[in-house]
């Protein structure tokens, strides 16, 4: 167990929907990175959050936002939902040590 | 930009022997950290382990080691008296280090090993 937790497991949504998934970071960690996993695939990048602010951002489109709060838990919001956006969505939380510690993940199917 | 290759999809082990699984990267940077994660089908990501490139002594745990080598950009994985629980995906990452501040992880699309009774 990495005390990392997201919420909700498992999601399923319609095209054009929007969809909040939900992080709680391990205790001391400071900063918070969001990854989407396709199937069969490796997780791919979409942000991470430092003290409140976004600290980096990979290729994702503006309808992919965030969150992250004083007590360092963190949302993923999607607007507009794609048939592409179903796919396992990963919260690591960390330290400027560099480990990065993944949560369950939660799972979205976009119909 | 910086690139993950694992360049063998599947791999299978019988329980007890050793196995390694190889990863390749590509990067202009000199500071930056490599680990090795583990996903079950239960999917969640647990770290294997992490190396600083800027250590040359390859990190262990416990059955787990690297094999690291900087100047060819390589750092493979060696499980050693594998057991039924190490059935899983595994990832190699890449993480930039930027002197205090936490970089991105960048996968590689992951190994498939099974290890058989």
């Known amino acids: 167990e990495t005390g990392v937790t997201q919420s909700p497991t498992h999601l399923i949504k319609t095209r054009g929907q929007q969809v909040t998934l939900r992080c709680s970071s391990q205790s001391g960690h400071n900063t918070v990175s969001w990854y989407q996993q396709a199937l069969g695939q490796g997780p791919q990048f979409i942000f991470q959050y430092y003290r409140e602010e976004e600290n980096g951002r990979g290729n994702f489109p503006p309808r992919f936002s965030g969150l992250q709060f004083p007590n360092y838990s963190s949302e993923l919001n999607v607007n507009a939902l794609e048939l592409d956006d179903s796919a396992l969505y990963l919260c690591a939380s960390g330290q400027t040590t560099g480990t990065q510690y993944f949560g369950p993940g939660t799972r979205l199917l976009v119909l | 930009a910086q690139t993950v290759t694992q360049s063998q999809p599947e791999m299978s082990v019988q329980e007890a022997e050793t196995v390694t699984l190889s990863c390749t990267y590509d990067t202009s940077e000199n500071n930056y950290y490599l680990f090795w994660y583990k996903q079950p089908p239960s999917r969640q990501m647990i770290l294997v382990i992490r190396q600083e490139a800027y250590k040359q002594q390859n990190a262990t745990e416990n059955r787990f080691s690297v094999n690291f080598q900087k100047a060819a950009k390589s750092f493979s994985l060696k499980i050693s008296d594998s057991q039924l629980g190490d059935t899983a995906m595994y990832f190699c990452?890449?993480?930039?280090?930027?002197?205090?501040?936490?970089?991105?992880?960048?996968f590689g699309k992951g190994t498939k090993l099974s290890v058989k009774p």
């Open positions: 990452a890449f993480m930039n280090y930027y002197g205090g501040s936490q970089g991105n992880l960048i």
